[in-house]
């Protein structure tokens, strides 16, 4: 087995080989939530080299002045966990389709409930998500009726809740991201099953 899957320690638990995906999903994600990623995961490997430090030398009165912090196991969670999505991650630059009026990954779109209640959502990858601040899996079932639809469409949404009928008011996206060393993916922007 691949050691860079397995964190060997004294009680001899095994980390889990990799983060829960669905079966069968790609695990898109745009350029800014991949170095968001990444900036964390470098962040988590300085903590815990200074966690193991204070392990290791508890006596030591530089370190025992820090405030306790995750243990070394639970950083080491974390790192294999983001080195797990990142290694995975199919970068997709939703810039491309700067201009464009139908909805696809990386898309922010404003729509009108039946209510007549306005929202406005921008689809992202499941390591980006913050539904709080409009950020939704493009797995969600809202994202899920949107992808594909044009400004102006009215889709339906299937929730527990039972149907309701969305109108999609605008769509618009970023600027393209232009970078030579990160070759942006394209889940060819349909549907995805």
């Known amino acids: 087995m691949n050691k860079a899957f397995v964190k060997e320690t004294g009680d001899n638990e095994a980390l889990p080989l990799l983060p829960e995906m669905p079966s069968g999903v790609r695990n898109y994600i745009t350029l800014a939530g991949y170095r968001h990623l990444q900036s964390e995961l470098q962040r988590l490997m300085n903590e815990a080299q200074s966690a193991a430090v204070r392990e290791e030398n508890p006596d030591n009165a530089t370190f025992s002045e820090m405030s306790p912090e995750r243990t070394v196991r639970e950083i080491e969670q974390r790192i294999h966990y983001?080195?797990?999505?990142?290694?995975?991650?199919?970068?997709?630059?939703?810039?491309?389709?700067?201009?464009?009026?139908?909805?696809?990954?990386?898309?922010?779109?404003?729509?009108?409930?039946?209510?007549?209640?306005?929202?406005?959502?921008?689809?992202?990858?499941?390591?980006?998500?913050?539904?709080?601040?409009?950020?939704?899996?493009?797995?969600?079932?809202?994202?899920?009726?949107?992808?594909?639809?044009?400004?102006?469409?009215?889709?339906?949404?299937?929730?527990?809740?039972g149907k309701e009928v969305l109108k999609v008011l605008a769509v618009h996206y970023p600027t393209p991201n232009i970078e030579p060393d990160m070759a942006a993916a394209s889940p060819d922007d349909k549907k995805t099953e």
């Open 82 to 161: 983001l080195q797990a999505r990142l290694e995975m991650a199919e970068i997709v630059d939703p810039g491309v389709h700067a201009g464009e009026e139908q909805i696809f990954f990386g898309a922010n779109v404003t729509y009108q409930h039946e209510s007549g209640e306005q929202q406005s959502v921008t689809i992202v990858g499941l390591d980006e998500l913050d539904p709080a601040n409009g950020r939704i899996s493009w797995l969600s079932p809202v994202a899920q009726s949107l992808l594909g639809a044009y400004a102006g469409d009215e889709v339906t949404l299937e929730s527990p809740a």
